[in-house]
């Protein structure tokens, strides 16, 4: 027997034949369903259902009053977590099959043994059981999926939190992400992946939670050590992303969005195709933004100074030039600017 005791599950046997319905009453009873119960035809049988929770009915077709079709519907109807077996005579096989078209879980012809019976009450019960355990995984991976969705609310919030540290760097992410679209729509990427890029880019930064206020503050130049605490938030935001399932792909963004075509970059000096195109996108729209934005050592370069800076990156071999060149002719195009000049960015 499947799933805890028999004797707390509830049978219904249905028959207006006195003798069949009782023989099968006593030998349910005797086989480990104390609390089988029986009704004499569809409506006696509804009553029963109305007041007890049962698990199988076990009906005769031809009834006074209510027959087994009839009954079958109602209970697919009102009671859908009940299973339906039907009884027929050895004429009522069109009623067997029609019954099996409706949704019955088997049937049975008249004379039956009683151990075929058995057979169909242990397979009903082992099908909800596996039913109840397959609702039970989708509820629970329906939980993580909304804890994982919470977590990335929290991880949005702490890389806002983290741009408004330093007023230099308020809304920084929310730009480079507008910047990262306007890239990613233009090089004709598909709406999934502008999405996931624009979520990398909103989080980029996130690892800079972990470098020490003094160090972001700082008026002026950084020491070299100083420095080496600042590099290190690539892979600070990588380690803590990848902790949450629906972030992981944008994982090689956040550790990947410092790296330079040349390898010259950090944390891992990756150089050309092994950065994947989702990080260069985010490192070039990053380096916008920080150039045109105010900084605590020097003012922002105008739009001209900062596409010739950004030439000037390319012909060095740091930034990826086909990418820069779609970045340039955003700003050619007044869209890049437009990001900066809106209101909600
Ligand atoms: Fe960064
Ligand atoms: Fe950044």
């Not at 999405?195 to 008026?219: F, S, Y």
Request: charged share 30%; with cysteine; net charge negative.
């Amino acid at each position: 027997m499947v799933d805890g005791s028999p004797g707390n599950r509830t049978l219904l046997v249905v028959d207006d034949e006195d003798a069949v319905r009782r023989s099968l009453i006593a030998f349910l009873h005797q086989s480990g369903f104390p609390s089988a119960r029986e009704a004499r035809n569809g409506s006696e049988a509804l009553d029963v259902l109305s007041r007890e929770r049962v698990f199988l009915v076990i009906t005769d077709i031809s009834m006074p009053v209510m027959g087994g079709l009839e009954l079958l519907a109602r209970i697919r109807r009102e009671y859908p977590e009940t299973d339906v077996a039907v009884v027929t005579g050895h004429l009522e096989l069109d009623f067997a099959i029609q019954a099996i078209k409706n949704g019955a879980f088997d049937y049975f012809k008249k004379p039956f043994r009683f151990e075929e019976v058995i057979g169909t009450v242990n397979r009903v019960i082992e099908k909800q059981h596996l039913q109840r355990r397959s609702l039970e995984l989708e509820l629970l991976k329906e939980r993580r999926r909304a804890e994982d969705r919470h977590l990335k609310d929290f991880v949005l919030a702490l890389a806002k939190i983290t741009d408004m540290k330093n007023p230099y760097t308020r809304k920084h992410s929310d730009r480079t992400s507008e910047i990262s679209r306007l890239m990613a729509e233009r090089i004709g990427l598909g709406a999934d992946d502008v999405e996931r890029i624009c979520l990398g880019a909103r989080v980029h930064d996130i690892g800079k939670i972990a470098v020490p206020d003094h160090v972001l503050d700082k008026q002026g130049r950084l020491t070299e050590a100083e420095f080496d605490l600042v590099k290190e938030h690539p892979a600070r935001g990588a380690d803590l992303c990848q902790r949450v399932s629906c972030l992981m792909p944008v994982v090689p963004m956040i550790r990947w969005h410092h790296e330079n075509l040349d390898g010259s970059g950090y944390p891992d000096g990756l150089k050309g195709d092994a950065i994947p195109v989702d990080a260069r996108i985010v490192r070039i729209a990053d380096y916008w933004d920080a150039i045109t934005s105010q900084r605590s050592y020097r003012k922002p370069m105008t739009t001209d100074g900062a596409a010739r800076q950004i030439e000037y990156e390319c012909e060095w071999g740091r930034l990826d030039p086909d990418l820069a060149r779609v970045l340039l002719d955003c700003v050619g195009a007044g869209l890049v600017q437009r990001v900066r000049a809106s209101a909600t960015v």
